[in-house]
């Protein structure tokens, strides 16, 4: 199967080195959320995202760009393929947890975890598997969570916090680091119930490292032998990145459900657009909902 989509850490340096040769190139450029630029050309994108930096690449023509243009002129190594050698820990047995919802006022807060080894770390890249985060498509979310789920040999699992629950919650815990943790915890918990010989866990760091290894230690026994790791850029680990991938379905499940059946459309974030909608929740209902739909520790709730 054609690869059909890439990413790539490149250096800050390397940002307007890349703008040159796409502009040399003939690529068509446009403003993108959270990115120093997109490119078309054809039917390939090619984004340039400011976390990282990173560079995704997406598009049927995604395998040459790569292996004559980003690789010989921008990454100065021959990667595709090679990841194996370049990343040999992505390809281990592990297991990768992240999350969805934590920065939005509406919805829940959706943990999710999934297994991967060398056979399915390789299956899942070759299906497109990324951060959710660089994918803005809901469709293409539903697809790819439909992929990982579909992938032969893949455990996940994906825990959904309810607006009520959270709030319960937080509540009890009064910190969204050591609420985040037993999240985590509870995720890698139940996947080494799956595959209880996984021996090393990842996430995306969030909080100290101790946190979470205390809150892992609350999940009994059954989570003794795993290894815990946390790292900036998690994401870019495909195990990680199915995990974003499966909370952020579940999340965007959720508020699309419950804006359809509370007949108001909860859009996403904690800015001015989100208080407005929020106003109208409220005049709808009473003030008592938003226990209901959204995080109520939030200052949004006060400006309301």
């Not at 598009?59 to 760009?65: A, L, P, Q, V």
């Not at 899942?124 to 579909?150: C, F, N, Y």
């Amino acid at each position: 199967m054609a690869l059909s989509s890439y990413t790539a850490v490149i250096k800050e340096g390397d940002v307007e080195k890349l703008r040159g040769i796409l502009e040399e190139r003939g690529f068509e450029f446009k403003e993108k959320q959270y990115a120093h630029y997109g490119a078309k050309k054809g039917k390939l994108n090619v984004t340039v995202y400011e976390k990282g930096p990173k560079v995704l690449v997406q598009g049927k023509e995604t395998e040459d760009f790569v292996q004559f243009i980003l690789e010989p002129e921008i990454l100065g190594e021959a990667r595709l393929g090679n990841e194996e050698v370049s990343m040999p820990e992505m390809f281990e047995p592990h297991f990768g947890v992240d999350e969805s919802g934590k920065g939005d006022f509406f919805g829940p807060l959706v943990i999710a975890g999934a297994y991967v080894n060398k056979e399915i770390a390789r299956k899942l890249m070759d299906g497109g598997v990324m951060d959710s985060k660089r994918i803005s498509s809901d469709k293409k979310i539903t697809q790819l969570a439909e992929t990982i789920r579909k992938t032969r040999g893949v455990a996940w699992e994906v825990i959904v916090l309810r607006p009520e629950k959270y709030n319960e919650l937080y509540g009890k815990f009064g910190n969204l680091n050591r609420l985040l943790a037993w999240g985590h915890a509870a995720v890698i918990r139940s996947l080494a119930e799956k595959v209880p010989s996984c021996p090393r866990a990842l996430s995306d760091q969030f909080a100290r490292e101790e946190l979470l290894q205390g809150a892992l230690k609350q999940q009994g026994e059954s989570v003794e032998h795993i290894e815990l790791q946390q790292r900036t850029k998690g994401e870019s680990d495909v195990a990680v990145a199915a995990a974003s991938i499966l909370a952020r379905e579940a999340f965007v499940d959720w508020i699309q459900r419950a804006s359809e059946k509370g007949g108001v459309k909860m859009p996403l974030g904690a800015g001015a657009h989100v208080v407005e909608s929020a106003r109208e929740i409220v005049e709808k209902y009473d003030r008592a909902i938003l226990e209901k739909v959204a995080k109520t520790h939030f200052k949004t709730t006060q400006q309301i």
